[in-house]
Nanobody, 122 residues
Framework: QVQLVESGGGLVQAGGSLKLSCLAS????????MGWFRQAPGEEREFVAR????????YYADSAKGRFTISRDNAKNTVYLQMNSLKPEDTAVYFC???????????????WGQGTQVTVSS
């Protein structure tokens, strides 16, 4: 199994920035990709970004392109989400996820963190 713990959420004004971190532990050698999702109140969970653990290939939701950057530090078993130019509509619980499978849909993941709250005030 893979355990994931997010950190870095908080309250920020519109236009500000936050950097989320996700520390992976357990059978991290099985990981093929990691990603970030978010869920706003009353909404379904939505994909934000994905990064392959080996080559670092990234993929973003349209809402994240140009504002968010996903990165990883393999030595620290950590994935990051740098969020800039934040908007009130980015307010959500952000979840980290890990995939141990190859060739699955970009938004398919096997393990999930507990989430960290991001609130953007207008």
């Amino acid at each position: 199994q893979v355990q994931l713990v997010e950190s870095g959420g908080g309250l920020v004004q519109a236009g500000g920035s936050l950097k989320l971190s996700c520390l992976a532990s357990g059978r991290t050698l099985l990981m093929y990709a990691m990603g970030w999702f978010r869920q706003a109140p009353g909404e379904e969970r939505e994909f934000v970004a994905r990064i392959s653990w080996g080559g670092g290939t990234t993929y973003y939701a349209d809402s994240a392109k140009g504002r968010f950057t996903i990165s990883r530090d393999n030595a620290k078993n950590t994935v990051y989400l740098q969020m800039n130019s934040l908007k009130p509509e980015d307010t959500a619980v952000y979840f980290c996820a890990a995939s141990i499978h190859i060739g699955v849909p970009f938004d398919s993941f096997d393990y999930w963190g507990q989430g960290t709250q991001v609130t953007v005030s207008s």
